[in-house]
């Protein structure tokens, strides 16, 4: 195959193209955490971004320290419904943003 060949390479002829090219209407959505407690997402996409002082556990696993982040992705049409539980450190202020993505139905 040349180049002239993969230059007529057409949309149409590519099955994933249609959802490649969907367009997806979503909300945004931000919330301000400074307790220790769980975090039910039920969205698309999570960020988690420590904006305090104090560490902050999820999970009892994963510790973010100040300005460490850390986000889960999904592919089209999942919806992750993990319950995240996330626990301060006894010392500095406690401030844990979460951005969520959900996307609206078509």
């Known amino acids: 195959m040349g180049y002239g060949d993969r230059a007529s390479f057409r949309v ?4 994933v193209s249609s959802v490649a090219q969907e367009r997806r209407r ?5 919330q301000t955490v400074q307790v220790s407690g769980n975090i039910d997402s ?7 971004i420590n904006k305090g002082t104090a560490n902050v556990k999820i999970n009892n696993t994963l ?3 100040p300005e ?3 986000g889960v ?6 919806l992750d419904v993990t319950d995240y539980n996330c626990v301060f450190a006894n010392t500095g202020v406690p401030k844990l943003v ?9």
Do not use: H, M, V
């Open 63 to 65: 510790e973010l320290t």
């Open 98 to 106: 979460i951005i969520k993505r959900n996307y609206q139905e078509l």
């Open 73 to 78: 992705g999904s592919n089209l049409n999942e």
């Open 68 to 70: 460490q982040s850390f």
């Open 42 to 48: 039920n969205c698309a996409e999570i960020f988690f």
């Open 12 to 15: 149409e002829d590519n099955p």
């Open 26 to 30: 979503f909300t945004t959505s931000f």
